[in-house]
């Protein structure tokens, strides 16, 4: 069972740390009297189930889409993975909206360009907080992980997929003799254990 004065100590960190990078990170107090972020479309925080004892869940807008786990520093990567996923989707929003008002060959203004770049920044911020923090891959895309789940030591991946997966350290190029496949990682099987385990309730 987790800690209790631990994991306030711990939120209360991420919380610092959310905000030392420009993402406006308030810590509330929920009715039950348990401890949550809010960040637009999701948030997450902490949770206790009778049985279970105390939890750190991640929602984003529905019941589907939830992510729980007694590891914090799991759900640290998971909250930030999720919020850069955010940052992105508005900077692109933002390039997309003025492509649909004025035409893609019009450039855009300073201003948003700047609003534009703001968000892609912080997306970048958050993707190096988690980049070696030893949480395994998340393999966002169904295909991607359908593909890597099913995949056969001897298959051999040749179209832009491979090449992504291949890039990204989940498989690699091996050459035997006559063969020529791709090999599962240590990086790529513990990248689908992982989703595996939480696939039901974050995956897009």
Same mark, same amino acid.
């Given at each position: ?17 959310? #905000? /030392?990078?420009?993402?406006?990170? %308030? ?20 949770? $206790? $189930? %009778? #049985?279970?004892?105390?939890?750190? !869940?991640?929602?984003?807008? #529905?019941? /589907? ?15 930030? =993975? ?15 909206? $003025? ?6 060959? !019009?450039?855009?203004?300073? #201003? ?7 968000? /892609? /920044? ?9 980049? *070696? ?15 890597? =789940?099913?995949?056969?030591?001897? *298959? ?6 491979? *090449? ?12 035997? =003799?006559?063969?020529?496949? *791709?090999?599962? !990682? ?11 385990? !939480? ?6």
């Amino acid at each position: 069972m987790l800690d209790l004065e631990q994991l306030l100590s711990d939120l209360r960190d991420l919380e610092h740390e959310l #905000n /030392s990078m420009g993402v406006e990170a %308030v810590l509330d107090e929920r009715d039950d009297g348990m401890p949550e972020f809010h960040f637009g479309e999701f948030g997450g925080g902490l949770s $206790w $189930w %009778v #049985n279970k004892g105390f939890y750190l !869940t991640i929602w984003a807008g #529905n019941l /589907s889409d939830v992510y729980d786990t007694n590891i914090f520093h799991e759900f640290r990567h998971e909250l930030m =993975r999720r919020l850069a996923d955010q940052y992105e989707g508005k900077a692109q929003d933002t390039r997309d909206t $003025w492509g649909r008002l004025c035409g893609d060959d !019009t450039p855009m203004p300073d #201003n948003l360009v700047k609003k534009a770049d703001g968000y /892609s /920044s912080q997306a970048e911020k958050l993707r190096d907080a988690i980049k *070696d923090d030893g949480v395994p891959v998340f393999i966002d895309d169904f295909a991607d992980f359908k593909l890597l =789940r099913q995949h056969d030591p001897y *298959d051999l991946l040749t179209d832009t997929t491979g *090449d992504r997966l291949r890039k990204m350290g989940l498989v690699e190029r091996k050459y035997n =003799r006559d063969q020529v496949f *791709d090999e599962l !990682t240590d990086k790529g099987r513990a990248a689908i254990e992982y989703t595996e385990r !939480t696939m039901g309730i974050s995956l897009k």
